[in-house]
T-cell receptor, first 111, second 114 residues
């Protein structure tokens, strides 16, 4: 059974810092991996989707990498801003269409 | 609509009551997913529809949970005889096709069972 973990569970950084969020999954037979952002009381917003054949995806200040062989993905946020404060979730998509989510990393960017 | 909508946004139920949660996906989206998110945890898959067909219901925790999408658009998740452990946020998501396309999530319904 696929298990997804994320470290750290929580992170607090001053504005302007670059940071890395980590995601690990136990079964490398994934279809794709997706990073989401969740704000309190709201649904999930998709940030980046990496297909299993890809190594990384970039969108603005965000860069996500995928290493299937080691079962790891990282989300890199450059020049963090207070508006980046949220919970970040990674999810591995298995062939049966199910997303298996990690528990999330709660990020606080302090002004 | 512009995005996935869910209603009600909040629901308080007494233990033993039946509840129905509604999801309106993005128009034209073929796939629809339901997830359950407990406090402080990531969402967990419940069930998946492609059009009106329920292709996977392996995540439904018990036979008290039932989902339908009779016309291939709006979906309803019904929970019978609610119990306290059913308290969670129920998220709905839709995608244009299947095969791992980006899923767009609604704001969720927060269910509290007393």
């Amino acid at each position: 059974k696929q298990e997804v973990t994320q470290i750290p569970a929580a992170l607090s950084v001053p504005e302007g810092e670059n940071l890395v969020l980590n995601c690990s999954f136990t079964d490398s037979a994934i279809y794709n991996l997706q990073w989401f952002r969740q704000d309190p009381g709201k649904g999930l917003t998709s940030l980046l989707l990496i297909q299993s054949s890809q190594r990384e995806q970039t969108s603005g200040r965000l860069n996500a990498s995928l290493d299937k062989s080691s079962g790891r993905s990282t989300l890199y946020i450059a020049a963090s801003q207070p508006g980046d404060s949220a919970t970040y979730l990674c999810a591995a998509l298995e062939g049966n269409q199910n997303f298996v989510f990690g528990p999330g990393t709660r990020l606080s960017v302090l002004p | 609509g512009a995005g996935v909508s869910q209603s009600p946004r909040y629901k308080v139920a007494k233990r033993g009551q039946d509840v129905a949660l509604r999801c309106d996906p993005i128009s034209g989206h073929v796939s629809l997913f339901w997830y359950q998110q407990a406090l402080g945890q990531g969402p967990e898959f419940l069930t998946y529809f492609q059009n009106e067909a329920q292709l996977d219901k392996s995540g439904l925790p018990s036979d008290r949970f039932f989902a339908e999408r009779p016309e291939g658009s709006v979906s309803t998740l019904k929970i019978q005889r609610t119990q306290q452990e059913d308290s969670a946020v129920y998220l709905c998501a839709s995608s244009f096709g299947g095969g791992g396309e980006t899923q767009y999530f609604g704001p969720g319904t927060r269910l509290l069972v007393l």
